[in-house]
């Protein structure tokens, strides 16, 4: 596969994770979103692909590892933002977010030989995942974001242009203490589910 897209948030206080405040601080959800960012950028660093980018809105800090470009995410709402991504990529290309830390290499690596187009549905009704052999802006732009139905409309986007889908595996996202919990427990060795374990005995409170 040619690029893999990472679209992120850069992981200020008061500007990340919010809706996990309460019961932690804008300081500490910060921190698990770092963490977050880091476990996912990891995990794309390491899947054979001959680009890595992150797609920012903010500026890298220390937490970047090597090996990944960043490009700033372009303005408007998300379908916008996700449109531009894909714009910027010439040939097959998988984007994700930064909210399922769980992800590994192995699930990042796709072949698009016997399809069109990769999804990845979130529990949420969202998605973690997309991918586009040929990638093209108005299969994302338009698709009503950050709702229940989202992940099947975006679904439903591809398979009414006539595109092959291959499903990837269901995952969970990380937007409440809860998500948190049970991500943590699917990734038990990252950094995410270390700083979740560090926030909650009560370190830098």
């Known amino acids: 596969m040619s690029t893999l897209l990472v679209i992120a948030k850069e992981p200020r206080p008061g500007r990340v994770k919010t809706r996990l405040t309460p019961p932690f601080t804008p300081r500490q959800a910060a ?3 770092e963490a977050a960012l880091v476990d996912t950028l990891l995990a794309v660093a390491a899947a054979p692909v001959r680009r890595r980018v992150l797609v920012l809105d903010g500026t890298p800090g220390p937490w970047l590892p090597p090996g990944i470009e960043v490009v700033p995410q372009s303005a408007g709402g998300l379908d916008e933002r996700l449109a ?5 990529c010439t040939g097959p290309a998988l984007l994700i977010g930064m909210d399922t830390p769980q992800v590994t290499p192995d699930l990042l690596t796709v072949d698009f030989t016997d399809c069109d187009a990769y999804f990845g549905p979130a529990e949420d009704g969202g998605f973690w995942a997309l991918g586009l052999a040929v990638p093209d802006a108005d299969l994302v732009r338009g698709v009503p974001m950050s709702t229940a139905t989202t992940g099947a409309a975006q679904r439903a986007r591809l398979t009414a242009a006539g595109l092959r889908v ?19 427990a699917a990734a038990p060795d990252g950094r995410f589910a270390a ?6 005995a009560g370190a830098g409170r």
Request: hydrophobic share 60%; glycine share 6%; proline share 3%.
């Open 31 to 33: 921190a698990l979103a």
């Open 84 to 88: 531009a991504a894909f714009a910027g």
């Open 166 to 184: 291959r499903d990837l595996p269901c995952l969970r996202d990380v937007d409440t203490a809860a998500d948190a919990g049970v991500v943590a």
């Open 195 to 200: 700083e979740l374990a560090r926030v909650e």
